[in-house]
T-cell receptor
Framework: DTAVSQTPKYLVTQMGNDKSIKCEQNLGHDTMYWYKQDSKKFLKIMFSYNNKELIINETVPNRFSPKSPDKAHLNLHINSLELGDSAVYFC?????????????FGQGTRLTVV | SQQGEEDPQALSIQEGENATMNCSYKTSINNLQWYRQNSGRGLVHLILIRSNEREKHSGRLRVTLDTSKKSSSLLITASRAADTASYFCATVVTGTASKLTFGTGTRLQVTL
């Protein structure tokens, strides 16, 4: 069973389109995240949700809107896609209530904006 | 700015040799974690070391932490071709809950 699953794995779309990436975790964790990995493999956190509440929102353009319908799901919606949005997006989860705990990552969604 | 810097950026060794990767960070941390990323895949957690710990072992992995120098090292002993991957250190900075701040990564190539 996949612990953190995200779909789609690959996404190719044109500039200006709106797209969504879905993420689900079956680990019972209370915290979920979105990370972005650029072409130089640099990983940076975008958002974090704890029990459906936004707790971290890095300086991400407001074209990016996370949505957490329940604590097992954290979807990422991106409006008006730009070339610079091309990257690999990773969803992750952890149990916030347990300090010093690791994060579990999904396989990533490679977004290519053309 | 990026919290962690890793060196070397790339490392190529032969199977059976040991691989050492270093990570430096800038601010006070709760813990430091190491992750592995195989090409085209997600990150897999390897080991976590708390700020009050100095050394930790897990199988062929040995991690050290020197909070006075704000640095950590990951040693992989008796490397195997399957260890070929990118390795990232990540810190949980004091007061930032569970937010992971990643280093720049070390690309390890283990050849037969």
């Amino acid at each position: 069973d996949t612990a953190v699953s995200q779909t789609p794995k690959y996404l190719v779309t044109q500039m200006g389109n709106d797209k969504s990436i879905k993420c689900e975790q079956n680990l019972g964790h209370d915290t979920m995240y979105w990370y972005k990995q650029d072409s130089k493999k640099f990983l940076k956190i975008m958002f974090s949700y704890n029990n459906k509440e936004l707790i971290i929102n890095e300086t991400v353009p407001n074209r990016f809107s996370p949505k957490s319908p329940d604590k097992a799901h954290l979807n990422l919606h991106i409006n008006s896609l730009e070339l610079g949005d091309s990257a690999v997006y990773f969803c992750a989860s952890s149990q916030e209530s347990r300090s010093n705990t690791e994060a579990f990552f999904g396989q990533g969604t490679r977004l290519t904006v053309v | 700015s990026q919290q962690g810097e890793e060196d070397p950026q790339a490392l190529s060794i032969q199977e059976g040799e040991n691989a050492t990767m270093n990570c430096s960070y800038k601010t006070s941390i709760n813990n430091l974690q190491w992750y592995r990323q195989n090409s085209g895949r997600g990150l897999v957690h390897l080991i976590l070391i708390r700020s009050n710990e100095r050394e930790k072992h897990s199988g062929r992995l040995r991690v050290t932490l020197d909070t006075s120098k704000k640095s950590s090292s990951l040693l992989i002993t008796a490397s195997r071709a399957a260890d070929t991957a990118s390795y990232f250190c990540a810190t949980v900075v004091t007061g930032t809950a569970s937010k992971l701040t990643f280093g720049t990564g070390t690309r390890l190539q283990v050849t037969l």
